[in-house]
């Protein structure tokens, strides 16, 4: 008998401090958002995973790879009949229910819409994008962040509000800490240690130039969406460059086009642009570092973790 282990995975964490995160926006900040939003959002994200996984599951699926979906080969013998094999695959599904939830989450406390159904595809194009914006069976789109894109660029009732969550101090400490645990757990503090540090450079050296006091400095650094995408977003260990080089090189860059778009552009959502348009450089920089390929660990298991 299998048993469930809670907090194993680091996903678990994950969940739990963006639950808790939008738990604490709804309380303290003057948000816009409804529970059927959030509904919806963790509603299409499992049914799309679901729908994807079930479409998919004749493709090969290990333990160390993907793992959508995990079906007993009995279920491929030639000598079993159609729906004995459907049925057999339906009381073996095993739906990957974290990943999807963590993206509904992040789309929940970072997107706003006037109409469900923008908030609908927005999660739809998140999960489906892991499974059809592949190179080597690797998703190299952030889930969440494309489906604000496209929300953004497909609708018209859509927007990222940036200063939702103020520049209050206690937000950011908090962001960090939880932040911490989990990055301790995955092991890629060294991507939002990358981002944060450079465009915390970036951003200073603006500062000295323009002779401001370095409270505004301080100030534009403590944005608790900033800290959000820093570091839950950008640091994605299914998305990102696998090798620790890379991961440097792709950090540094999006905290670079960050800065220019938004202190040039005067791109209020220059993060998620930046995040967005750097995305295909993991391809290439996979290629030149090789390097294992990041799997979630923490619950032993017969069948594999997802993407």
């Known amino acids: 008998m299998e048993t469930v282990s809670v907090l194993r995975d680091a996903r678990d964490y994950q969940i739990l401090f963006l639950s808790l995160f939008l738990v604490l926006g709804l309380a303290t900040r003057d948000w816009t958002l409804k529970p059927e939003v959030v509904g919806v959002a963790i509603a299409t994200s499992l049914t799309t995973q679901a729908l994807f996984s079930a479409f998919h599951h004749r493709s090969k699926v290990t333990a160390e790879d993907s793992g959508e979906l995990l079906l007993p080969t009995a279920i491929q013998a030639p000598q079993t009949t159609l729906p004995a094999r459907f049925l057999e695959a339906l009381a073996n599904f095993k739906l990957n229910w974290r990943s999807p939830l963590i993206s509904a989450l992040g789309l929940s406390l970072l997107l706003r819409v006037d109409h469900l159904p923008t908030m609908a595809l927005a999660a739809f194009v998140a999960i489906a994008s892991k499974f059809c914006l592949k190179v080597n069976d690797k998703h190299f789109f952030n889930p969440a962040n494309i489906g604000i894109i496209a929300a953004l660029t497909l609708t018209h009732d859509a927007w990222v509000s940036p200063g939702q969550w103020g520049e209050e101090l206690w937000y950011a400490l908090i962001f960090l800490g ?50 959000l995408f820093a570091l839950f977003m950008v640091t994605d260990p299914r998305s990102i460059p696998n090798a620790r080089p890379a991961r440097l090189i792709w950090a540094i860059s999006i905290a670079a086009l960050t800065f220019i778009l938004r202190n040039y552009f005067y791109l209020s959502t220059a993060v998620f642009w930046a995040l967005f348009v750097m995305s295909p450089l993991t391809v290439v920089l996979d290629a030149v570092w090789e390097s294992k390929r990041f799997t979630w660990k923490g619950l032993p298991s017969q069948s594999p973790t997802a993407s």
């Open 178 to 227: 939880a932040g911490g645990m989990v990055l301790k757990r995955v092991g890629r503090w060294d991507t939002t240690a990358a981002f944060l540090g450079s465009y915390a450079l970036l951003e200073a050296g603006r500062n000295w130039y323009l002779g401001w006091t370095w409270d505004v400095w301080l100030h534009r650094l403590s944005s608790g969406s900033l800290l």
